[in-house]
């Protein structure tokens, strides 16, 4: 079974800096997808970027980046001029199709990032 | 485009009561899925549904647990015979026909409390 390893808990960044979640997982397949999702704190889960593995340029999104290293098997999400809003519950994610059409998703235990301003 | 609703927002039961959830997808995801969040973990899957099949469960789906999708639009997901174990975060989420984009929208969640 996929399983998705985020091993910081807890995470701090002061207000307009810049921080780097990290995200390992493992997999056999080649085909696959990798997400970040934030998780504020009694509010849905959003998503905050996406990565396909066959593609080897790393996903942007404004402020939020990804280090996608295939071999390493690693999906760190970097998050550049923090801002208070940033402040929420992490959770890296792993997707692959299955023979059901299902592209269920496996997370991480996730990481809280504070914001200090 | 409301988003993915999830009703009831709480909810609170004595062990041994059954439960009901309720799931609206946003229109047009005939995708949908249950996934279970317990506190400080991430979420965990539970069932998918393309249009009105139930197409997979997982093993963490137990015989006291039943989810239904009728028509193909919104989902329940009923739990029988409620254990302290079954308290968590109960999150729905839907996406599009296409696997192309495969990004799933979650609703808010229902949190059960069974005491």
Known sequence: ?117 | DTGVSQNPRHKITKRGQNVTFRCDPISEHNRLYWYRQTLGQGPEFLTYFQNEAQLEKSRLLSDRFSAERPKGSFSTLEIQRTEQGDSAMYLCASSLPTSAKNIQYFGAGTRLSVL
Do not use: H
């Open chain 1, 1 to 117: 079974a996929q399983t998705v390893t985020q091993s910081q808990p807890e995470m701090s960044v002061q207000e307009a800096e810049t921080v780097t979640l990290s995200c390992t997982y493992d997999t056999s397949e080649s085909d696959y997808y990798l997400f970040w999702y934030k998780q504020p704190p009694s509010r849905q889960m959003i998503l905050v970027i996406r990565q396909e593995a066959y593609k080897q340029q790393n996903a942007t999104e404004n402020r939020f980046s990804v280090n996608f290293q295939k071999a390493a098997k690693s999906f760190s999400l970097k998050i550049s001029d923090s801002q208070l809003g940033d402040a929420a519950m992490y959770f890296c994610a792993y997707s692959e199709p299955s023979g059901a059409g299902s592209y269920q998703l496996t997370f991480g235990k996730g990481t809280k990032l504070s914001v200090i301003p």
